[in-house]
């Protein structure tokens, strides 16, 4: 199985920076992603990260380290939009994939 | 709008009653999943199919039992629900269920409540 950890909620202020950190066990690993999910919403796919080191879209960017079996996203320039629950995935060795509980962020002006 | 569609949005049974969650995917993927999302849990992976056939059961109680006929549509099929099993239902799909990048893209459920 799986186990998945990221903090349960975090707030900033609009056009701050946030880090939402995720750390992971898993039996074989073969990529991780990031969801951001609005309330009443689906989950929509924010990056993955299959290899060490950081993948930069745009104002998110996420990090991965293998060998600490940790990750985080990266909020920069933070909007009101950006208020949402964000969900770190890791997928296993048989390519199942299991969430994290989510990370709750509201974004204050 | 991913592409993926779930119907109906809010669904309200009784314990008794039978009823069916339906998602289609208009991508042209071939792998379906349905999740079960709970307040302040995780996304919790129920069945997957890959191709139709499907790959994952993850110890599923037998009153859910999903159905794919085609690669592009998914049920969910309901019955003598319990109270716990209140929660918002996720279909979604992927190209593949495994190699590469390859995302899953989420209809926007459905919140059930069994009263």
């Known amino acids: 199985g799986q186990n998945i950890d990221q903090p349960t909620e975090m707030t900033a202020t609009e056009g701050a920076i946030v880090q939402i950190n995720c750390t992971y066990q898993t039996s074989g690993f073969n990529g991780l992603f990031w969801y951001q999910q609005h309330a009443g919403e689906a989950p929509t796919f924010l990056s993955y990260n299959v290899l060490d080191g950081l993948e930069e879209k745009g104002r998110f960017s996420s990090f991965l380290s293998r060998s600490k079996g940790y990750s985080y996203l990266l909020l920069k320039e933070l909007q009101m939009k950006d208020s949402a629950s964000y969900l770190c995935a890791v997928r296993d060795r048989d390519y199942k994939l299991s969430f994290g509980a989510g990370t709750t962020v509201t974004v204050r002006a | 709008e991913t592409g993926v569609t779930q119907t109906p949005r809010h669904l309200v049974m009784g314990m008794t009653n039978k009823k069916s969650l339906k998602c289609e995917q208009h991508?042209?993927?071939?792998?379906m999943y349905w999740y079960k999302q709970s307040a302040k849990k995780p996304l919790e992976l129920m069945f997957v199919y890959n191709f139709k056939e499907q790959t994952e059961n993850n110890s599923v109680p037998s009153r859910f039992s999903p159905e794919c006929p085609n690669s592009s549509h998914l049920f969910l099929h309901l019955h003598t629900l319990q109270p716990e099993d209140s929660a918002l239902y996720l279909c979604?799909?992927?190209?593949?269920?495994?190699?590469?990048?390859?995302?899953?893209?989420f209809g926007p459920g459905t919140r059930l409540t069994v009263t």
């Open positions: 979604a799909s992927s190209q593949d269920p495994g190699t590469g990048s390859y995302e899953q893209y």
């Open positions: 991508l042209g993927h071939n792998a």
